[in-house]
């Protein structure tokens, strides 16, 4: 089964990940994995952190000759910002950051300095190596995984082709050159009224299988595991498939996807509400999902909380922070979906390698050739 852990505090030594069941003989290529860390780190609107960091992914095992071995694999991305046992004490909690219930919950004697360490989002750098690794594998079967930003703040994107050059080039990772502009301005304003923004993120795979997930447990189904996935980056606070809280409101003729002959052979699906999933599985539609990202918890002008050493009415804890990081959560987005993705491909073909994961899929794809094609 592949799956992975991660450790490290986001001013200590490291950030590091283990990842177990992940398949040998895949050609790891460095300079597709630091692209993605290299663009976690930017989008308008991060702090001066972004810029004391060069995120790379160094592999201390599971890797050689460039090649997956099938041993787990250990990934270390090195923290230049780390001075932790320089750090104040941090004993006036942020309303919406973790610590306050990590207080409560660790038994620091009122100190979150170890909570916010770990809670900080410095640990989606690793989190997005290991979706790269997922995307690596993804790429070997013609899977491509596209995430980019549809809202910041009151700022929405329209939609256009998923154009890389498009996306990169847009200082919010957005489809919407024309936009940009106006998000800019309301990134600009909130910064200097000491606020913050938060948006929309979206992730398209396309080329997936028909048949990844399954309906048979609740663990299984692959929507859940998305949400869980999504919802797990720190910030995120909803997440939508496909035409998700708006399909609410349409009568269910309007709601699905129907299903046709295609004049080429196989089967049609003219619309995408259901976002590719249906029944916990893949139906070999692009998959679409979404993620809401809420407003920075950490603010120059800070709420109003309570100093937990001497009990006083308190301004909450500053430090360096993001104005928005709306850019950066479409590429930890975009890292979770595809380690997903690269998860239930692993469980449909089997295999320890990738020779058996092809083997397997093409003995799939084989039998279901007649209904659908890549
Ligand atoms: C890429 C990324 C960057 C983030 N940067 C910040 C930040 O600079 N300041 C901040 O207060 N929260 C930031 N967050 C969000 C916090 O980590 C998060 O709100 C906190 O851990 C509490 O978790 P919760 O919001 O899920 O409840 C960031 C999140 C992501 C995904």
Redesign the pocket.
């Known amino acids: 089964m592949l799956e992975y852990v991660t450790a490290g505090e986001s001013h200590g030594p490291a950030l590091h990940a283990i990842v177990s069941g992940y398949p040998a003989g895949v050609r790891v290529d460095r300079a597709f994995l630091d692209g993605r860390l290299l663009r ?1 780190q930017g989008g308008y609107g991060r ?1 001066k952190r972004q810029q004391m960091e060069t995120d790379r992914a160094r592999f201390l095992s599971g890797v050689r000759r460039g090649v997956t071995t099938g041993n787990p694999i250990t990934i270390r991305i090195t923290n230049r910002a780390s001075n932790l046992a320089k750090l104040p004490s941090v004993t006036r909690p ?1 309303p ?3 610590d306050l219930a990590g207080v409560l919950k660790f038994g620091h004697d009122g100190d979150a300095r170890d909570v916010l360490e770990r ?3 410095r640990e ?1 750098a690793v989190r997005t190596a290991v979706g790269g690794l997922g995307a690596l594998l993804l790429r070997e079967f013609g899977i491509d995984v596209f995430g980019h930003v549809v809202r910041v703040g009151k700022v929405s994107f329209r939609g256009g082709a998923l154009d890389e050059d498009v996306r990169d080039a847009s200082p919010f990772f957005s489809l919407d050159p024309e936009r940009d502009p106006q998000a800019r301005e309301a990134v600009d304003e909130a910064g200097t009224d000491g606020d913050t923004l938060g948006g929309v993120v979206e992730v398209v795979a396309q080329g997936v299988w028909p048949g990844l997930g399954s309906n048979n447990q609740s663990d299984r189904r692959l929507d859940g595991r998305l949400a869980a996935a999504l919802m797990a ?4 606070k909803g997440v939508e498939i496909g035409a998700g809280f708006s399909v609410a409101r349409l009568r269910g003729s309007k709601a699905h996807d129907v299903i046709r002959h295609a004049k080429s052979g196989g089967l049609v699906r003219p619309t995408n509400r259901a976002g590719g999933l249906e029944g916990g599985m893949t139906n070999g539609q692009p998959l679409v999902v979404r993620a809401a ?2 407003p ?3 603010l120059r002008r800070p709420l109003e909380s309570v100093d937990l050493k001497t009990g006083a009415r308190s301004d909450a804890h500053f430090e360096r ?2 104005v928005t ?1 709306v850019p ?2 479409s590429v ?1 987005a975009e890292a979770v979906v595809a380690f997903e993705l690269a998860r239930a491909l692993c469980v449909k073909a089997g295999g320890d390698s990738l020779a058996d994961l092809r083997a397997g899929g093409d003995a799939y794809l084989g039998r279901i050739a007649s209904w659908w094609t890549p």
């Open positions: 976690r702090s942020r919406g950051h973790a809670a900080s989002a989606t980056i720190p910030a995120i990202m809420k920075l918890s950490t922070s993001d990081a950066a959560a930890v």
